[in-house]
């Protein structure tokens, strides 16, 4: 990881990434200064050549936020992502790399603190890691 | 050592004065109208022929042939063509397996014309198990031909003196053709149609899968008389003596083409400890008693592989014995 | 379609290990339907190699490119710049067009990203199974529209064998028995009579078994 500020990349639904975000930033919330939102309208938007590519260009980990099993407005999108990010995280071990670089975070819309607790997760993650 | 006439006269082509296709034993009981018995011999994986002597010396005397399995589940043994010429060597007289998973028509022909010119000369075509069964998983798959076109293609060599490709046979081709029949495959409308393909194709005689469903077993053999089937060809219904509750609960689940009714695995399972191998051997018994009384049977098959030592008591409580000739 | 499923990484990483800058192509037909070989997995497949080879501390470069088929020698005009400098090729197309690179840029190696497995169809999205054995004798008349020779296990042409349960084949649960499924449907075109009649030994000679095919057509040639 090198540096203290991890460098994040979350892909963030329009339905529920997106709102748990900007209610993080409405609480004032501290969110970690590496952090890159990346709006997608829904969290199947999140395909497996972005997420390769941000690791591919220096992100230490890629997070996709989107809605809850059952609640995602484009009926599975959210499905389709977890999936995604199962299917890579295996192809990570493959590489020698750490899977935990790939998280699928389901988050409800007024949950900024969720929000801010899930990056703050990671981060530690990253931290035992190295 | 006994070798089949390398030259064909008028007198062993097909119609000579026997008019038998090959007056091997099993024919001639079948012929006869006596009720016929076989067996089964599995051979060694390898070339220990003692393993051959220790199961044959069971079956001799107590059965009118034994068929030689053919690398059976795709296992790699001894060939069927040689175990049949050491058994025959032994006083037993061989019905060779010959299956369609391992060898191409080329290879299939040539081994006929060899068996036959060793003295064997009863053969069941089968297609085989499927390579992934066994132990060499990874095989070339061949199914050249399948069951009913080896059938056709045999008959051929027999009654027309010709190969599949149209060349002309030095030497006489004298079989007794068998096949196998699935009495509980699916699907279970179509098995008496597929019987009558192997029938037309030159089956002489038929030797069936494993029953214990005699209800199920009763109405396939009267979807065969209907079609005048038991006229045409010998039907051998196949038995299987169980040896414990665990092997009738494992064969009910796992065996593809196997049904054993509940009540069977009942008594098996209800057999007091030690006691599995008794009930199995009465259970035989009552089911080669039942096959006895059902138009078109003509005989049985025993299929008890690698408990061969118990084929003679079985025979005898079944009243089987002695055997004509 | 021709359906292939990619390499596992290693064998991959193992062709590449001598090189440090290649080209990794896709293509726009088959392979792209069935998500082994086409533009998404080529970037994809070109993000994990640089970050293994990063990771093992030997960087490699790696153009990206997707061609619109692979099969045709006109299409490999769309390689030619980008062939010209770098050392090798990683095609992520079918066998053939793996050997159509191979065979145009003569002098680089050409290595294969994919295995090519058979020739058949999604039953749904993700799901792939063979349907045509490619035997040069189609006898889809003959048994209803379904083939023996592709999706029996025995390839059989009088089946089914003993084996055949609850409509699924002996080797597996997840295999239907072909011969079920010819019979089911002979049934519903009333043709059943077919299963009656003994269809003969197969001429194997019209499929790979007689040797690699070719075929001349005069009549389109220039």
């Known amino acids: 990881m090198g540096s203290e500020n991890p460098k994040i990349v979350a892909f963030c639904c329009e339905e529920s990434g997106m709102p748990a975000y900007e209610h993080a930033l409405s609480l004032g919330l501290e969110l970690p200064e590496g952090l890159r939102v990346i709006a997608i309208p829904c969290g199947g938007k999140a395909e497996t050549g972005y997420i390769m590519k941000a690791l591919d260009e220096g992100a230490d980990a890629v997070m996709v936020f989107a809605c809850y099993e059952g609640n995602c407005k484009y009926v599975r999108g959210n499905i389709r992502a977890e999936k995604r990010v199962n299917y890579l995280k295996g192809r990570l071990e493959k590489l020698g790399l750490s899977p935990e670089k790939i998280v699928f975070c389901p988050v409800a819309p007024a949950n900024g603190v969720r929000f801010a607790e899930l990056l703050q997760q990671e981060i530690e993650v990253l931290r035992k890691g190295t | ?325 | 379609m021709i359906i292939a499923e990619q390499k596992p990484i290693e064998e991959i990483l193992e062709m590449l290990a001598p090189h440090k800058k290649i080209l990794l192509a896709g293509c726009g037909a088959c392979v792209t339907v069935c998500q082994a070989g086409g533009e998404k997995e080529v970037g994809v497949l070109a993000s994990q190699i640089r970050m293994a080879r990063k990771e093992a501390g030997n960087p490699i470069e790696i153009v990206e490119m997707t061609l619109t088929r692979q099969c045709e020698p006109e299409f490999m005009e769309e390689a030619k710049d980008a062939m010209k400098d770098v050392e090798a090729v990683l095609s992520i197309a079918c066998g053939i067009g793996v050997q159509l690179m191979a065979q145009t840029f003569y002098d680089k190696p050409a290595y294969p990203g994919l295995n090519t497995t058979f020739l058949g169809l999604p039953e749904e999205h993700g799901v792939f199974t063979e349907r045509c054995a490619a035997c040069g004798n189609c006898v889809l008349h003959l048994t209803g529209g379904i083939c023996p020779i592709a999706r029996c296990s025995k390839s059989l042409l009088n089946g089914p064998c003993g084996g055949s349960q609850n409509g699924k084949c002996e080797i597996s649960q997840d295999v239907d028995c072909a011969w079920q499924l010819i019979y089911d449907r002979l049934k519903a075109i009333g043709k059943l009579e077919n299963l009656t009649e003994i269809i003969p030994p197969k001429k194997w000679i019209t499929s790979r078994d007689g040797g690699p095919r070719k075929i001349v057509r005069e009549d389109l040639r220039i």
């Not at chain 2, 026997?18 to 006596?34: F, P, Q, R, Y």
């Open chain 2, 1 to 325: 050592m006994d070798y089949q006439s390398g030259r064909r006269t008028e007198e062993n082509r097909k119609g000579g004065p026997s008019d038998m296709k090959s007056g091997s034993n099993l024919e001639k009981v079948l012929e006869k109208g006596e009720f016929a018995v076989t067996a089964e011999l599995g051979p060694p994986k390898g070339n220990d022929v003692e393993v051959v002597y220790e199961k044959a010396k069971y079956l001799k005397g107590v059965v009118d042939a034994v068929n030689v399995t053919d690398n059976q589940t795709a296992i790699v043994r001894m060939s069927s063509i040689a175990t049949s010429k050491i058994i025959m060597d032994l006083g037993l007289e061989p019905v060779m397996q010959m299956t369609c998973r391992d060898r191409n028509r080329i290879g299939m022909q040539s081994d006929i014309f060899g068996a036959t010119a060793l003295g064997i000369k009863n053969c069941l075509c089968l297609t085989g198990d499927h390579q992934r069964f066994g132990n060499e998983i990874d095989s070339k798959n061949v199914y050249d031909l399948d069951s009913i076109q080896l059938l056709s293609v045999l008959k051929a060599m027999r009654d027309e003196g010709k190969t599949l490709g149209g060349e002309e046979i030095e030497g006489n081709i004298k079989l007794f053709l068998g096949a196998a029949a699935n009495p509980f495959g699916d699907p279970f409308e179509f098995r008496a149609i597929r019987l009558a393909k192997k029938v037309k194709a030159g089956a002489d005689f038929i030797q069936t899968q494993v029953i214990y469903d005699m209800d199920r077993f009763r109405e396939w053999m009267k979807m065969v008389r209907d079609l005048g089937l038991h006229e045409r060809t010998h039907i051998m219904a196949g038995v299987m003596p169980l040896k414990s509750g665990g092997m009738a609960r494992y064969m009910a689940k796992n065996v593809a083409g196997v049904t054993i009714p509940d009540e069977i695995v009942k008594r098996m399972v209800a057999a007091p400890k030690g006691k599995g191998a008794a009930e199995g051997i009465k259970i035989c018994i009552e089911t080669i008693e039942q096959l006895k009384e059902i138009e078109g049977v003509h005989g049985v098959h025993i299929m008890a592989l690698e408990w061969e030592h118990r084929v003679p008591e079985i025979c005898e409580e079944a009243g089987l014995l002695p055997r004509p000739s």
